[in-house]
């Protein structure tokens, strides 16, 4: 894929994992956003699918798009890992 496609899908995309935990859904979301400076904006946001608001959620910031595909990847990876899956 080349980078100009890359950097339109970066530029507004959300991933949601789902897993269930003693009967209840959690929920984990991965946003990318490009910001007016041109960096990567990551928001991390996590919790249960029967609460208003999300239980946490956590920012990064990245100046290159390589270092924020490589980072949803390895989170993606990492949340599979522990039984999360795109769909419920």
């Known amino acids: 894929m080349d ?3 890359l950097k339109s899908s970066l530029t ?3 991933t949601t994992l789902y897993r ?3 009967g209840k859904v959690r929920y984990y979301k991965i ?3 490009l ?3 041109g960096e990567y904006l990551l928001i991390r946001e996590w919790g249960g699918i029967d609460n ?3 239980t946490g ?3 990064s910031y990245f100046s290159s798009l390589n270092e924020t595909i490589h980072t ?3 989170i993606t990876l990492q949340k599979s890992k522990k039984g999360y899956k795109t769909t419920l």
């Open 35 to 37: 910001t007016l400076f």
């Open 12 to 14: 507004s995309n959300m």
């Open 31 to 33: 946003k990318t956003y």
């Open 72 to 74: 949803v990847e390895s």
């Open 20 to 22: 269930e935990v003693n």
């Open 52 to 54: 208003k608001k999300a």
């Open 3 to 5: 980078q100009m496609r």
């Open 57 to 59: 959620q956590k920012q």
